[in-house]
């Protein structure tokens, strides 16, 4: 619903009992309103369906506006990636980030949640990291509450402001580079379900390069984890236990691959020289282990730039081609793939 135009702070301090110096300082984030009352005053915005357009006055004013950072995601590789992104896109326009964790979804799927919790900090928009910007819900309820948002790693061609890459295309890519090379049996370590759009294109991604080489897939070295160096490394002790292991592995993460790696060495076998190991992503690490990880870069940081300057445009009512932004990718070729074992 849209709030009508005629709902003002007066209408909503009528409706809470107090005056309307109290709703200003309230949505000022002033901690001199007592917290019975400032609960009497979101239960009056609820009713009535306001919603202060903070991050509009903000930039009009010439002010810094605060952006909010909504994760729960186990890569904390990603995440700081995101957030440096974020901090220097706010630092370069005068602007703040706070970061705050989505601690569980029976909060997150409480309408209220989102608004009590981005009020209290003082919070005009929402950057939503994934998998949380993959979730309907969790989406719909920050846009009921009026604070402005924008959608890390989703393509929503409606309304919606969101950043993202070519992850098929990136996984297709990064597949055909390993039967480039001659590999025939490639294992897979997919994404969590939850992650839906990542762990989804990915796996598409390796299918259909293998399918395009006409390559069976074999379903013992198919396995699964959650974005972490943990299941990576379970995920990869699965696939080895075996008499006929693969002679490639990849992993739809760099924290997986990482992961995988631990657990070949673990095997007593070399990389590349027994078995080679690819991720996604190209984080940090990508380069700290040995050998150095051949992944796909992710423009992790520009997706965080590039988000901050969606809000910016569309608040300061700026003309933008689309609400869509897509970043390329690129494949970065390093020690930890060659061809395979004679």
């Known amino acids: ?9 007066l209408d909503v ?3 809470a009992g107090v005056s309307k110096m109290t709703v200003s300082r309230v949505l000022n984030n002033e901690l001199v309103v007592k917290p019975s009352t400032r609960e009497r005053i979101y239960s009056a915005m609820e009713e009535l369906n306001f919603r202060p357009n903070g991050l509009a006055r903000s930039l009009a004013g010439g002010q810094s506006i605060y952006v909010g950072m909504l994760y729960t995601n186990p890569s904390y590789f990603y995440l700081s990636e995101l957030l440096f992104g974020a901090l220097q896109a706010c630092r370069e326009r005068g602007h703040h980030v706070l970061v705050d964790e989505a ?4 909060d997150l799927a409480d309408p209220n949640y989102i608004t009590k919790r981005f009020f209290e900090t003082g919070v005009h928009a929402v950057m939503l990291a994934p998998p949380l910007s993959e979730i309907d819900e969790v989406v719909s309820n920050i846009e009921r509450s009026g604070i402005d948002l924008v959608c890390i790693g989703v393509e929503d061609q409606g309304r919606r402001l969101c950043v993202s890459m070519d992850d098929k295309a990136a996984s297709r890519e990064l597949t055909q580079h390993l039967i480039d090379l001659g590999h025939r049996d490639i294992a897979i370590i997919h994404g969590p379900p939850d992650h839906k759009r990542a762990s989804k294109e990915r796996l598409e991604g390796f299918k259909s390069a293998m399918s395009k080489s006409a390559l069976a897939i074999n379903e013992k070295h198919v396995a699964g984890g959650d974005f972490t160096m ?3 490394m379970a995920a990869a ?3 080895l236990d075996q008499q006929d292991r693969p002679t490639a592995i990849f992993a739809c993460n760099d924290d997986m691959a990482i992961g995988a790696i631990h657990a070949v060495y673990q095997f007593g076998l070399r ?3 027994d078995i080679s190991v690819v991720g996604f992503d190209d984080i940090a690490m990508a380069t700290s282990i040995w050998p150095p990880l051949t992944t796909v870069r992710q423009p992790i940081r520009q997706m965080a730039i590039a988000a901050i300057d969606l809000l910016e445009k569309q608040r300061n009512g700026a003309e933008q081609k689309s609400k869509n932004v897509v970043l390329d990718y690129e494949i970065v070729v390093r020690r930890s793939s060659a061809p395979p074992p004679r």
């Open 1 to 9: 619903m849209q709030r009508k135009k005629n709902i003002t702070i």
């Open 13 to 15: 301090a009528k409706q």
């Open 103 to 106: 601690y569980t979804m029976a």
């Open 230 to 232: 943990l299941s990576g």
């Open 237 to 239: 002790r699965k696939i």
């Open 271 to 273: 990389i590349p020289d």
